[in-house]
């Protein structure tokens, strides 16, 4: 039986300026089982990063109901939801986003740093997710020393290191090239098969095939949902 | 995580080099600056301190009121031993006697002159912790003709400090035997000594005189209590002291005068100025100003660090959003930043103290003090460098840790430059207390430098200039030749004149009892008083207004002739006809006097004592042949060789006597000393001030420009000129520094107003040392800007634009 980790209802988040208030999402109502890949693609400003952020739990909903793990999660302080954040949630940005004066394995390490784990136990994990993603050799390298796709795999990494229940990904081949961009997503669909959640937001239609179902938005508002064939890597 | 917050400060501030080298050098130099404030700070305070009974050790002070009272630090003979003998709660006392000086010594063939050479009562070491290196501390000063000298008097007697005890040296024209080797007199010591001579060997008939008399102010007298003295609880018995001795004293010339006594704990003497005749004194409102200064300077290294940080804050700004997305808590990322400010002024503070090492050389000669860089490793400094650390830490840190602990995370990693909107104004608000700061340390230097040159322009009533004064030995053999030596310096023709007399101006000059006639009346009066031969009127510059110069013709000039000041003749009433007028001197009880004269001339008002005091009456005495010091003017041309001259001369003549002499304009100069430290270290405050606040303010334009870049590139793009950026760059700054001119003026006017009040003689303060301050911060400011409006003109606007 399948397992809900995200249902959302009536989600809302309104923008207010002094005079204008704008509706980034407007109704929003879904479901997210655990073990899926989704994809969430629309036009720019439809609010799909928006969405990301308040199911990343990194914004607050201004309205509706959002649920993580059976969690009331719109009702919470700011503070609780960094700690469900920091336990349950891996992120991968477009911009890859990792600390420039930081090593691969420093940069890796740090979601554990914040989960106080120890010193033996960080490196341990860090060295296996090193390994297994072909990035060992790299351990020592500075951000800028890599290329692109290569930052793309440690800030996948880093997002996986604290073995999160889900992996929430913003345009993550967004300022690749399509050889290193093709290299994430096999990344996050072999992820995905050894059962870790994915939800992500793309513009590509190529990206979004990957998943096994795409949500459509539009002026904020879900109005379309598909059921991809899953496809193997590539 | 600590070391994950070590870690990654470090490789920000290497990967940041110009950014940490200006915040760490602007931090670096504050603390440089604060260290050698608390050094001097810290010295003294610890005056006097190091006296192992200084709790329970008061100097007795006297008040005489006698036809006008005098509170000195110096008491009468008798005040020491009558009060121990009278008081079972004073354990013991030590009196100090100045033997005048400087003193010729003469050990064997050779001849020195020494200062700082005291009579003292053999209980000097019960009393007092001076350190006793060889000898008896309970003998070494009981017999007469005993004398303790230092450790580097007697390496520089006898070669070596154990070989000194049991040998002779010769003061004047007595032998005194060595019977103590004391530790050289401590740099934090109010009494300073080169030599301590047993009082007994005080000749035995002016002792007696000395002792009978109540009045006679010659010696500083320290009483050891058995327990510390509760303030005032003294007091009656002081008073009954009076009653019981002095008054019956007063009685025997039958006057209505009296004498009272104070207490003054030694714990605190180094800095109480209000007595008369005292020794050297710290000058607590230099303390406090130097105190100030330090954390005026110490603010403006900080506001600068925290304007360097929060332009840096952008680059930061994904650190924070990657931080806080992966589970930072606000507190966790307040305290990171705030670590890391630490940690830089931790670095500052090793480059602060390194900058001590190199500059402790001209410190120490600005302060006349004798640091070492291990002072700066002693128990208080590191108190306070723990101090300056945290407080430069916090400080600086907090506000960044604030602002960068705020920052959205989403919108950071969206891409989305953090916008700093709400804590503007506090940066407005420290910009502006920086610009305050240095506006009113530029104020401030230019305060005192006007003071300063005013007091070295001002007509003083005589002539200072090409005046060399040779200081005349207590020898007798010397005595004997001076107008022979006279003679041969007026033969040179580089020689313009030359005068004898007992005292100069900018030294210091003796007062002493006369009477003098006033009404029909012989009035008692303590006035200021100095001997003079005949040319030292012409000489000195000084005019004659009535009257005649004393004459060597005149027989009676040296016992029965005086000249007076004008301010003496305002102050006696004489303005009508002052000729003729009664004056003695060397009073008797019995109401006649060892000088019995008139006045014969009054000369022009002449600043004898430093522009800090007001003009005094003076009397002036006729002493051909008796002078302590020779005041020679030269031609001008080579001040050299005419000084060569007179060295040679001197030195056929005088025998082993040095030749010690010093220019007129540099003595009265010395006068000015505690002034002319004031200045240097306002000026170099004032210039670091000044450079730290234009890093500061440099670093807060650039964060501006990068704020603003979007609007400046379509600004630009729509036809904006480099003008026109420039303006609204810099109005801001402008705004700011008019307000901070506005607000400091009136602080700045009061505080230097307290500092003119030391004067008699002042300036008015000027109004363009507030206008070349802001004019100065003006340009200063502008120029900092230019460079960015340059950059501006450069930076292709539509590359910005296509990045936002």
């Not at chain 1, 860090?126 to 692109?148: C, I, K, T, Y």
């Not at chain 2, 005649?548 to 016992?559: E, H, V």
Request: proline fraction near 3%; charged fraction near 20%; include cysteine.
């Amino acid at each position: 039986m399948k397992t809900e980790l995200i249902k959302t209802n009536g989600l809302e988040m309104a923008y207010r300026t002094e005079e204008i208030e704008t509706l980034a999402l407007n109704d929003v109502n879904l479901v997210i089982n655990q073990g899926e890949f989704v994809s969430i693609m629309g036009p720019s400003g439809c609010g799909k990063s928006t969405l990301l952020n308040v199911l990343g739990m990194l914004d607050s909903c201004s309205g509706g109901h959002y649920h993580f793990d059976g969690e009331a999660i719109s009702a919470m302080s700011e503070r609780q939801r960094a700690d469900i954040r920091k336990s349950n949630i891996g992120f991968v940005f477009q911009s890859f986003n990792l600390i420039d004066e930081l090593s691969v394995f420093e940069n890796v390490e740090l979601p554990l740093v914040y989960l106080n784990k120890s010193a033996t136990e960080r490196k341990k994990k860090v060295n296996e997710l090193l390994e297994r993603m072909g990035l060992a050799h790299r351990s020592g390298h500075f951000p800028q020393q890599l290329s692109g796709g290569q930052q793309q795999r440690v800030a996948v990494a880093r997002a996986l290191v604290a073995e999160p229940k889900i992996i929430f990904a913003d345009e993550p081949t967004g300022n690749l090239d399509s050889v290193h961009g093709d290299e994430v997503m096999n990344l996050l669909t072999d992820l995905h098969q050894n059962g870790t959640t994915v939800v992500m937001v793309t513009h590509s239609a190529h990206d979004a095939s990957f998943s096994e179902r795409t949500l459509n938005l539009f002026d904020g508002k879900l109005i379309s949902e598909t059921q991809n064939k899953f496809r193997e890597s590539v | 995580m600590i070391k994950n917050y070590l870690k990654i400060s470090w490789r920000h501030l290497r990967s940041s080099k110009s950014y940490s080298l200006v915040s760490i050098a602007g931090l670096a130099i504050g603390i440089c600056c604060a260290l050698f404030i608390a050094l001097y700070v810290f010295d003294e305070l610890s005056y006097d301190q190091f006296h192992d009974k200084k709790d329970r050790i008061y100097r007795m002070t006297e008040m005489i009121d006698h036809n006008g009272e005098i509170h000195a630090a110096l008491t009468s003979v008798p005040v020491g031993p009558t009060y121990a003998a009278e008081y079972p709660e004073i354990e013991n006392y030590v009196r100090f006697m100045w033997m005048g000086g400087p003193l010729t010594v003469k050990v064997g063939e050779k001849v020195y002159r020494e200062n700082n050479l005291w009579y003292s009562d053999s209980t000097l070491f019960d009393v007092m912790s001076f350190k006793l290196l060889h000898g008896d501390s309970k003998e070494a000063l009981k017999a007469p003709h005993s004398v303790v000298i230092t450790e580097e008097l007697a390496a520089k007697f006898f070669e070596a400090p154990e070989k000194a005890l049991g040998q002779s040296i010769r003061l004047g024209t007595l032998d005194f035997n060595v019977t103590g080797v004391i530790e050289n007199s401590p740099s934090n010591s109010d009494i300073v000594y080169s030599a301590f001579v047993s009082i007994t060997s005080v000749p035995e008939q002016q002792m007696q005189a000395l002792t009978q008399d109540w009045f006679r102010l010659t010696c500083y007298t320290f009483l050891l209590f058995d327990n510390p003295v509760a303030e005032g609880s003294f007091r009656t018995k002081m008073d009954e002291f009076s009653k019981r001795h002095v008054d019956p004293f007063v009685e025997t010339f039958g006057g209505n005068s009296s004498a009272r006594f104070d207490l003054q704990p030694l714990n605190k003497l180094h800095f109480d100025n209000s007595r008369e005749y005292d020794t050297a004194k710290g000058n607590p409102s230099y303390i406090s100003i130097f105190i100030i200064l330090a954390l005026f300077i110490l603010t403006i290294a900080c506001i600068n660090y925290v304007n360097l940080s929060l332009s840096q804050s952008i680059k930061r700004a994904k650190e924070v959003g990657v931080r806080k997305t992966l589970g930072a808590r606000p507190h966790q990322i307040r305290f990171q930043f705030l670590g890391e400010s630490i940690l830089i002024s931790l670095i500052a503070l090793f480059l602060g103290i390194a900058l001590v090492e190199v500059l402790l050389t001209p410190f120490n000669s600005i302060t006349s003090k004798s640091f070492e860089l291990l002072d700066v490793f002693d128990l208080k400094m590191m108190g306070t460098m723990l101090g300056i650390i945290l407080l430069v830490g916090i400080l600086s840190g907090i506000y960044p840790a604030i602002v960068l602990s705020s920052f959205d995370a989403s919108n950071i990693l969206r891409g989305s430059l953090p916008k700093l909107g709400k804590f503007g104004n506090l940066r407005r608000v420290l910009m502006l207390v920086q610009f305050a700061f240095s506006l009113f340390m530029i104020i401030g230097t230019i305060s005192i430098f006007s003071q300063m040159k005013y007091l070295q322009e001002k007509e003083l009533g005589f002539d200072k200039d090409q005046l060399v004064i040779i200081t005349i030995p207590q020898d007798t053999a010397v005595y004997n030749k001076l107008s022979y030596l006279k003679d041969v310096y007026l033969n040179n023709p580089n020689v313009k004149g030359i005068t004898g007399s007992s005292g100069i101006p900018g030294g210091r000059t003796g007062e002493i009892m006369f009477r003098v006639e006033q009404d029909v009346e012989m009035v008692e009066k303590n006035i200021k008083f100095m001997r003079m031969d005949e040319d030292f009127l012409g000489i000195m510059g000084i005019d004659l207004l009535k009257g005649r110069n004393f004459s060597k013709d005149i027989q009676t000039d040296q016992r029965e002739g005086f000249i007076v000041n004008e301010t003496a003749l305002k102050q006696f009433g004489w303005m009508e006809e002052p000729l003729g007028k009664r004056v003695q001197w060397g009073l008797q009880p019995n109401g006649g006097a060892a000088f019995d004269g008139k006045v014969v001339g009054v000369v022009e008002d002449f600043h004898f004592a430093s522009l800090h005091n007001p003009l005094e009456p003076l009397v002036i005495g006729y002493s051909p042949n008796n002078s302590l010091l020779f005041s020679v003017k030269l031609a001008g041309g080579n001040i050299q060789s005419s000084l060569d001259f007179l060295e040679d001369e001197w030195s056929k003549f005088a025998g082993n006597n040095p030749f010690e002499y010093q220019f007129l304009d540099d003595r009265i100069e010395t006068q000015y000393a505690q002034e002319n430290t004031l200045l240097t270290v306002f000026g170099y405050f004032s210039v670091l001030s000044i450079f730290i606040a234009a890093l500061g303010l440099f670093a807060l334009t650039s964060f501006t420009v990068e704020q603003r870049m979007k609007e400046f590139s379509v600004r630009k793009v729509l036809g904006a000129k480099v003008s026109d950026l420039g303006k609204l760059l810099g109005k801001e700054f402008v705004v700011l520094l008019l307000i901070a001119v506005v607000l400091i003026a009136p602080l700045a006017y009061y505080a230097i107003n307290i500092w003119l009040a030391n004067f008699s003689y002042r300036i008015s303060i000027p109004w363009f040392s507030f206008l070349a301050a802001a004019l100065l911060s003006l340009l200063i400011t502008t120029l900092t800007i230019s460079y960015h409006i340059w950059q501006l003109s450069k930076a292709n606007p539509a590359r910005t634009l296509r990045m936002e």
